[in-house]
Every structure is written in structure tokens, then in C-alpha cells.
Nanobody
Framework: VQLQASGGGLVQPGGSLRLSCFAS????????IGWFRQAPGKEREWVSC????????AYADSVKGRFTISRDNAKSTVDLQMNSLRPEDTAVYYC???????????????????????WGKGTQVTVSS
């Protein structure tokens, strides 16, 4: 399973960025995709989840209402639209995928978001004036 994150950059507070996680169509169909971030000196934090199996999504409280996760079939990506960015959103952002597990399979209703099996390289997001 190969994942590639892109779209990071420098943005002012209040601005927007759109991150993309590229993977094969089969990967996006079969695995749920998670976005994570890691700021300097901090542990990796789960941000959002997308599942094509049941269309479910989930967000961390810290980004709810500001970030939106979606799939772009034309680009074969799962995108993270980030609005109203804050300095505390500054981090390296990663996308990941995990094998279906238990009766919920690859649904984002499974709350074990940190149980990811495959990771892509990160993309830097810096929110600063």
C-alpha cells in the first residue's frame, strides 16, 4: 500500500490549504484513510478519517468545523480541506491507511484511529504571519 501526501505550505492565520493523499483506487476503496499531524516536540495526533466502504467520516475535536475530508475520484486522492487555519495547526501532516478490522471493517465508526498499518511521507504545514 503506497500513500503520498502533498499540498502543504506556508499560510497566514485564517487562511486555507488543501492537502491530498494519493493512493490507488483499490487502496481507497478497500482501506480507510486517516490524516494525522505531528508538531515539533509533540506526539502524533489523529486529525480525520475517511472510509469509502460506508462513506463515514470522523474528525478530531480540535479541527471539527474547520477541516473537511473527502475523496476525489478523478485524482484518486483523499483530500483534507483546511480552513480558518491557526498557528497551532502547524505540523507535518501524514496520511495513513489500515486493514479492515473487526465487525466494523474499514468504517470510521471504529474509534481505533491510531491503529494504522501503512504510512506515507508527510507534508509540512506552517501557519504563521
Amino acid at each position: 500500500v503506497q500513500l503520498q501526501a502533498s499540498g502543504g505550505g506556508l499560510v497566514q492565520p485564517g487562511g486555507s490549504l488543501r492537502l491530498s493523499c494519493f493512493a490507488s483506487r483499490w487502496t481507497l476503496d478497500y482501506y480507510r484513510i486517516g490524516w494525522f499531524r505531528q508538531a515539533p516536540g509533540k506526539e502524533r495526533e489523529w486529525v480525520s478519517c475517511f472510509s469509502s466502504s460506508d462513506g463515514s467520516t470522523a474528525y478530531a475535536d480540535s479541527v471539527k468545523g474547520r477541516f473537511t475530508i473527502s475523496r476525489d475520484n478523478a485524482k484518486s486522492t483523499v483530500d483534507l480541506q483546511m480552513n480558518s487555519l491557526r498557528p497551532e495547526d502547524t505540523a507535518v501532516y501524514y496520511c495513513a491507511a489500515d486493514d479492515p478490522k473487526g465487525h466494523l471493517g474499514s468504517s470510521c465508526q471504529r474509534k481505533d484511529y491510531y491503529a494504522m498499518d501503512y504510512w506515507g511521507k508527510g507534508t509540512q504545514v506552517t501557519v504563521s504571519s
